[in-house]
C-alpha cells in the first residue's frame, strides 16, 4: 500500500468484509492536495463501472492521501496551459477534463450502491464535486470547503449548480459569488455533508465496514453503512466547530435581497463590518471577476428548477464557453502562475458587462452537447 501511495496517483483496494467486499478509494497525489488530473478522472470512472457490477463489492470509500487534503480541486494549472495555448478554443484537454469529470461526477450522484467519502482536510472545486455526489459523506474537525471560482474567474462547477440551489435559504448563492470558506458544520447545514466524525476514528470506521456482513441488496447496504457511521458522529458531537453560515443566515439574506444582481454585488461589496467571515467574503467578491459573478448568478437561476442530467449539461456549456475566453486565464495567472494578485479584469464594475457578451457564455459552442447521454 505505502509503495502504491508514492507512485499512483490513485490507488484501489478491495477490503475483505464478515460477507463481501469494501472498495477502497484514495486519491493520492498528497504534494498537489490531491488535486484530480485527468487520468484520475478516468481511473476512478473506469473503476467506478467495474465495481458497480461487481456483486462482491458492497461498498465504497473515498478518501485523500495525507492530513491536509481530501482534494483541493482540479489541476487549473494544466487547464490554464489549454486556454492559453489554444485561445477562442476549442482547447482540447481542459474540455475533455471537463466533460469527463462532469460524468464522472453525474455517476457518483446516481450511484446504487453505498459511496462513503471521508471529507478531511481541505476540500475544494473537484473535491467537492466528488464529495457531494457521495451517499455518506464524511466532515471533520479539520474539513476547509470553499468554492472560490470567482477569484479566477470560473464558476461553482462539479455539480455546484445542484447542490447550492438546494441549500437553506440564499446561503447558496452567497457562497458561490463570494468563495466564503466554510468548515463541517456548515457543510452539514446547506446539505453537502452528511455527519460529522472527529478524524481519529477512521481507522474504526473502516473497520467497522469490514465487520459487516453485506447484502447484494444496495439498500440494505446503506443502512448497514448508517450503523456503521452513527456511534462515531454520536461520540463526536463535542468536537465538532461551531458553524459559520447558520448564524449569518439572516445576514446573507438581507445581503442577497437585492433589486437585481448588480444590486446584490452592491450590498455585498459595501459591507462595513467588523465580522471576520463577512468581511473576507466581501473582499474576495469585492476583487474577483464581475463578469464571473454575473455568470455564476446566472447560471444559478437557470438552473434553479433543473434535474441532475440538466445540471451537467448546462454546466458544460457554461466550463466550454469560459475556457474559450480570456478573462479565465487572466484569472489563473494572476493567482496561481504569477501570484502577483493584480488580475486585470475585463469589466472593472458589473453594470459595464454587456448582456450580449454575458449571453454568449449560455449559447452552445457545439452542435451537441457533449453530455447529451446523461440520464
Known amino acids: 500500500m505505502e509503495e502504491q501511495l508514492m507512485t499512483e496517483p490513485v490507488v484501489f483496494e478491495e477490503l475483505p468484509a464478515a460477507e463481501g467486499k469494501v472498495g477502497r478509494i484514495t486519491l493520492s497525489v498528497a504534494a498537489t492536495l490531491n488535486s484530480l488530473t485527468l487520468e484520475m478522472v478516468d481511473q476512478l470512472q473506469e473503476k467506478l463501472n467495474a465495481w458497480s457490477t461487481d456483486d462482491s463489492i458492497a461498498a465504497v470509500f473515498i478518501e485523500g492521501a495525507g ?17 492559453v495555448e489554444q485561445p477562442g478554443g476549442p482547447c482540447e484537454y481542459a474540455e475533455a477534463f471537463f466533460t469527463r469529470e462532469y460524468r464522472m461526477n453525474y455517476t457518483l450522484h446516481t450511484y446504487a450502491k453505498p459511496l462513503i467519502c471521508w471529507g478531511h482536510g481541505i476540500v475544494m472545486g473537484g473535491g467537492l464535486g466528488v464529495m457531494a455526489g457521495c451517499s455518506h459523506r464524511v466532515v471533520t474537525e479539520r474539513t476547509r470547503i470553499a468554492m472560490p471560482e470567482v477569484t479566477i474567474a470560473l464558476f461553482p462547477d462539479v455539480g ?34 452528511d455527519r460529522f466524525i472527529a478524524s481519529e476514528h477512521k481507522d474504526a470506521v473502516i473497520a467497522g465496514l469490514c465487520q459487516q456482513q453485506w447484502s447484494t441488496e444496495p439498500a440494505a447496504n446503506h443502512a448497514r453503512v448508517r450503523h456503521v457511521l452513527r456511534p462515531f458522529a454520536e461520540q463526536s458531537i463535542s468536537a465538532s466547530p461551531a458553524g459559520q453560515v447558520e448564524p449569518h443566515a439572516a445576514t446573507i439574506a438581507q445581503l442577497l435581497d437585492g433589486d437585481d444582481i448588480h444590486d446584490i454585488i452592491d450590498k455585498i461589496t459595501s459591507q462595513d463590518t467588523d465580522d471576520p467571515w463577512l468581511a473576507k467574503a466581501r473582499d474576495s467578491l469585492a476583487h474577483g471577476s464581475k463578469l464571473a459573478a454575473l455568470w455564476i448568478d446566472r447560471q444559478l437561476w437557470e438552473t434553479r428548477h433543473a434535474g441532475l442530467a440538466e445540471i451537467f449539461q448546462a454546466e458544460i456549456m457554461l466550463a466550454t464557453n469560459i475556457i474559450r475566453h ?50
Do not use: M
Not at 482540479?74 to 486556454?83: F, T, W
Not at 455546484?160 to 458544520?185: D, M, Q, V
Open 160 to 193: 455546484g449548480s445542484w447542490f447550492l440551489n438546494h441549500a437553506p435559504g440564499k446561503t447558496g448563492e452567497f457562497l458561490a459569488l463570494t468563495g466564503a470558506s466554510i468548515n463541517g458544520a456548515d457543510a452539514i447545514y446547506i446539505g453537502i455533508a
Open 67 to 83: 492530513e491536509k487534503a481530501f482534494c483541493a480541486g482540479g489541476d487549473v494549472q494544466a487547464l490554464y496551459k489549454s486556454a
Open 326 to 375: 480570456p478573462e479565465f486565464a487572466e484569472g489563473v495567472r494572476a493567482l496561481l502562475i504569477d501570484k502577483d494578485r493584480k488580475p486585470a479584469w475585463q469589466y472593472q464594475a458589473s453594470r459595464d458587462v454587456p448582456t450580449a457578451l454575458l449571453d454568449q457564455f449560455f449559447t452552445p459552442p457545439w452542435r451537441e452537447n457533449p453530455l447529451a447521454d446523461l440520464g
